[in-house]
């Protein structure tokens, strides 16, 4: 079964770091694009960074030079690296991957991060 | 950036109805656009992708359609799982991979 776990999520305080994971099974994360996208309480959906099959990557211009997307192959999972992180970051931070349809799919179960002192 | 506006913002309507959800982009996206239903506590779940082509598992009562910028999501006829919130999304050839604000989908 194809399938995404997240974890690392939590209560951290403004200009904290915090580091997401998130572990494949039934596919390579190698192989994929896979992406990060959030949820702010409430809100719609946002779409965070995106680590290319080939190892390059992509941020959105909100979180550029404060995240930092990363991988394992060995251990066939994504990660999110979060740095002076802020209130507005605070959501639901959900994985993904880029389908063969170019669309996301699977996505994880969430994770939540709360920026508050 | 191409900016999606889904509209209405929220639909209410009863089960056993019709419902039609619309996607619209601020500049073509041919038809490269994917539907996902949200019900709350849960992850979002592919519905629609390449604007109508049915995902694995969805039920026939779902069908999308449009392309360039205008784009519809219809549900036929209305089961009581279906009310959630719906999200348009382009992933185009480079980011930011946009979503629509979401249409939420309520029992009237």
């Known amino acids: 079964e194809v399938q995404l776990v997240e974890s690392g999520g939590g209560l951290i305080q403004p200009g904290g770091s915090l580091r997401l994971s998130c572990v494949a099974s039934?596919?390579?994360?190698?192989?994929?694009?896979m992406n990060w996208v959030r949820q702010a309480p409430g809100k719609g959906l946002e779409w965070v960074s995106v680590?290319?099959?080939?190892?390059?990557?992509d941020y959105a211009d909100s979180v550029k030079g404060r995240f930092i997307i990363s991988r394992d192959t060995s251990k066939n999972t994504m990660y999110l690296q979060m740095k002076s992180l802020r209130a507005e970051d605070t959501a639901v931070y959900y994985c993904?991957?880029?389908?063969?349809?170019?669309?996301?799919?699977?996505w994880g179960q969430g994770t939540l991060v709360t920026v508050s002192s | 950036d191409i900016v999606l506006t889904q509209s209405p913002a929220t639909l209410s309507l009863s089960p056993g109805e019709r419902a039609t959800l619309s996607c619209r982009a601020s500049?073509?996206?041919?038809?490269?656009l994917a539907w996902y239903q949200q019900k709350p506590g849960q992850a979002p779940r592919l519905l629609i992708y390449?604007?109508?082509n049915r995902a694995t598992g969805i039920p026939a009562r779902f069908s999308g359609s449009g392309s360039g910028t205008d784009f519809t999501l219809t549900i036929s006829s209305l089961e009581p799982e279906d009310f959630a919130v719906y999200y348009c999304?382009?992933?185009?050839?480079?980011?930011?991979?946009?979503f629509g604000q979401g249409t939420k989908l309520e029992i009237k």
């Open positions: 993904a991957r880029d389908s063969e349809f170019g669309c996301f799919d699977p």
């Open positions: 039934g596919f390579t994360v190698s192989s994929n694009n």
């Open positions: 680590i290319y099959r080939r190892g390059s990557t």
């Open positions: 500049q073509s996206v041919t038809s490269y």
């Open positions: 390449d604007a109508s």
């Open positions: 999304q382009h992933r185009g050839n480079w980011p930011p991979y946009t």
